[in-house]
């Protein structure tokens, strides 16, 4: 430790990977995902969620929860992703009013899971410094044997700024400026031995070291799911999962993000995988399954979806979504029913084989990682086991 490491916050102009990039790729076609199991209800905005609510929107309590993470890697998910919450959005259900907290549930995890990546959600906007993210992850990292990573949020959240003392929300340029220095900052603590001195706009470091270091080297994954210019724009620079969506669920849409985020990344001179948020009702026919959405869909939660997109829309778009008399709110039926069912993520709706059809057409636009939330997610992952999973393997798609 005699050498002192002093790091220009010349960020923009890289390099984006000190030390390199880690291998992100788990070795499956296609990667699996069991996604916002550690918050209440999950992407269902929906009050059939209170018909059985041990079932449909407790289930991040942890007695379920340790058992159905258990489950998930018992059957082969490759990655537990957590969705990273401050503000819940209330209504009748208080959508995502309760829920673990990215360390304690990602350390939690650790010690119920054998071989699954586990990544905790941290929004860097809100005042946490980089040297804590550092240590913290360093150290889920080392008692996970390198399982751990991080998906990375800039925040958006007015009421979530506002809780860590924020008089309004800073803009999208200065969120992600911010993204960027707490990232790099980040990675060289995780990559590098020698102590670092950064002088950044946002962040400062004087001598920063974390100890023990990351297992995984050089660093842990690093996730993130900017949509808007600027954060995609981050995500190919900085992380190693990057996210396709598209508002209509057009499968050349995610073609066409798929492609951008691999040109983008080429340009930085990276590489990057792909994901995809995705909503799955399932049951054992497509009858079946359109009788369990029609439920679903009659029951949405309308005051809190109007609360979710007031507050959470993207640094692109500022919305003011009141809605007066019209039960969709202004949005038009089939935007509001992808909020309320799966949060805008791909549905996959539908008996077994549809679903696992819809998993292989979504992987075949470049998608490499579902990262699926379930509405019944207990019962998802005995149906993942008996009957979808054994399809994808039939498909290829999984070993
Ligand atoms: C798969 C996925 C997971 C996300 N997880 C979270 C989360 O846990 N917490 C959160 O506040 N935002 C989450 N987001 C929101 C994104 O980080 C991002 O802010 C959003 O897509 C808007 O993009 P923008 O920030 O570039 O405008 C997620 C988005 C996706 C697609």
């Not at 990039?21 to 995902?33: D, I, K, N, R, V």
Request: hydrophobic share 40%; charged share 25%.
């Amino acid at each position: 430790m005699s050498t002192r490491r002093t790091v220009k916050a010349e960020i923009l102009r890289g390099p984006f990977d000190p030390g390199g990039q880690p291998e992100a790729a788990t070795g499956q076609p296609m990667e699996l995902s069991f996604f916002a199991w550690n918050v209440s209800s999950g992407l269902s905005a929906t009050k059939a969620v209170l018909s059985d609510p041990a079932r449909y929107k407790d289930y991040w309590h942890w007695p379920t929860a340790s058992r159905m993470l258990a489950h998930a890697d018992r059957i082969g998910f490759d990655h537990q992703v957590q969705y990273g919450m401050w503000s819940g959005w209330g209504g009748a259900t208080g959508w995502n009013s309760e829920g673990l907290d990215f360390a304690t549930a990602g350390t939690a995890s650790a010690m119920v899971t054998e071989h699954m990546n586990l990544f905790g959600t941290v929004h860097v906007g809100y005042r946490f410094h980089p040297m804590h993210i550092a240590k913290l992850g360093a150290c889920a990292d080392f008692v996970s044997n390198g399982r751990w990573g991080i998906n990375v949020v800039a925040g958006m959240i007015h009421t979530d700024f506002a809780k860590f003392g924020f008089k309004e929300r800073p803009p999208g340029s200065v969120r992600y400026d911010m993204a960027d220095e707490f990232v790099t900052l980040m990675k060289y603590l995780w990559a590098y031995d020698d102590p670092v001195d950064f002088e950044g706009e946002y962040y400062q470091c004087y001598g920063g070291y974390v100890a023990p270091k990351p297992i995984r080297k050089p660093r842990p994954i690093i996730m993130n799911a900017g949509l808007s210019e600027e954060g995609f724009d981050f995500a190919c620079r900085q992380a190693d999962w990057v996210f396709a969506a598209s508002p209509k669920g057009s499968l050349e849409d995610y073609r066409w993000a798929v492609e951008k985020a691999h040109s983008l990344a080429a340009k930085y001179g990276r590489r990057v995988r792909v994901g995809a948020m995705c909503y799955c009702v399932m049951e054992d026919s497509d009858e079946q399954a359109a009788e369990t959405v029609a439920w679903l869909e009659e029951e949405a939660d309308i005051e809190a979806i109007r609360f979710f997109m007031n507050q959470a829309v993207g640094t692109s778009s500022e919305m003011d979504v009141e809605g007066g008399q019209d039960r969709y709110l202004g949005l038009g039926r089939e935007q509001f029913m992808k909020v309320a069912l799966g949060m805008h993520g791909h549905q996959f709706f539908g008996g077994y084989e549809t679903v696992a059809e819809k998993m292989r057409a979504l992987h075949e636009v470049g998608v490499d990682n579902m990262v699926i939330g379930f509405f019944d997610p207990q019962r998802a992952l005995v149906q993942m086991e008996e009957h979808v999973i054994p399809i994808l393997r039939r498909m290829g798609l999984r070993h």
